[in-house]
């Protein structure tokens, strides 16, 4: 077998095995689906924080109960991007702060840490961490959420993540 033919099979198998979370039954699950309202129209709504969620990340497409696509985006992007967002017949989506970010991440699971039941189309890849509206005191750097492991970070507002858009029922 050529090397080239090696890689191709093994590009295969990651891209397989990432396409599915790894979850550990021993642990409990803090996001069962049971947590979510599901709408056809690509949000959900989570019961324990009332919080709507886009399904998808800004830039996929909803589709047949799936996301497909990807674009990624500055922080000021972002922010500007989640201010004229209309979606579902709503108009006041807006980026989600670190908690409410942080809300999401199913401890139980990695690669990626979120219910794909709820938020399909996630990848584990570092390229899919997603920006909050939360920044550091010098505003040179905002927080982030790698939902490969479910970690936040502090990373520079230059930097190109995705954008998942929430509204707050509780308003």
């Known amino acids: 077998m050529t090397i080239k033919k090696l890689a191709i099979i093994l590009n295969i198998f990651l891209v397989v095995n ?13 996001t069962p689906t049971i947590r979510y309202i599901f709408s056809d129209d690509g949000w959900v709504t989570d019961k324990k924080t009332n919080l709507m969620w886009m399904r998808c990340s800004l830039g996929q497409t909803w589709e047949n109960n799936t996301c497909t696509g990807q674009e990624i985006y500055t922080f000021e992007n972002s922010l500007i991007i989640s201010n004229e967002a209309t979606f579902a017949g709503f108009d006041d989506w807006r980026l989600p702060n670190i908690k409410e970010l942080i809300s999401i991440v199913a401890n139980n699971c990695n690669r990626p840490a979120i219910n794909l039941d709820a938020f399909p189309g996630t990848t584990d890849s570092i390229i899919n961490s997603f920006w909050s509206a939360t920044k550091t005191n010098d505003n040179s750097s905002a927080w982030s959420l790698d939902f490969a492991e479910g970690t936040p970070r502090v990373i520079t507002v230059s930097a190109y993540y995705q954008v998942r858009l929430v509204r707050d029922l509780s308003n």
């Not at 990432?18 to 803090?30: I, R, V």
Request: net charge negative; charged share 25%.
């Open 18 to 30: 990432f396409a599915q979370a790894t979850c550990y039954e021993q642990m409990e699950d803090n």
